[in-house]
């Protein structure tokens, strides 16, 4: 019971982060937030990606760990990958998916920052 409420805790709040990644920069109140979560996102991927491998997200691998426990196997590394193959049922290939998911991220988090720094100066918040 309680790892079958840890899946769906995981499911939900990575979906959520994942959404947010995407569009928390569209809207001048959740901005700064969004900074946050794309910077928390980029150390996990980069600095803890260092020792863990690269793209490391701490998310994915304590969610891995739960569904492991309920006896899934065969998890991708990325749970992006994950998302594309559950949702459309393929087996998506890794590394273009990888590529899409890094270019995205790169350009929204440019664009973040781009955004905080203009918000800053103008004294928008």
């Known amino acids: 019971m309680i790892l079958q409420t840890l899946d769906w805790f995981f499911v939900i709040f990575h ?8 569009t928390g ?3 001048v109140k959740t901005r700064f937030w969004h900074l946050i979560t794309m910077g928390s996102t980029m150390f996990s991927w980069l600095v803890l990606g260092a020792f863990y491998g690269l793209g490391y997200c701490f998310c994915t691998d304590w969610h891995w760990q739960v569904k492991r426990k309920l006896g899934e196997t065969g998890l991708p590394y990325s749970y992006i990958k994950y998302y594309v193959d559950q949702i459309f049922d393929v087996s998506a290939n890794a590394q273009f998916v990888d590529g899409v998911t890094a270019g995205v991220f790169g350009t929204l988090f440019f664009v973040t920052i781009v955004l905080n720094v203009r918000g800053r100066k103008s004294g928008s918040k």
């Open 25 to 27: 920069w569209i809207w």
């Open 15 to 22: 979906f959520i982060l994942v959404i947010f990644n995407l």
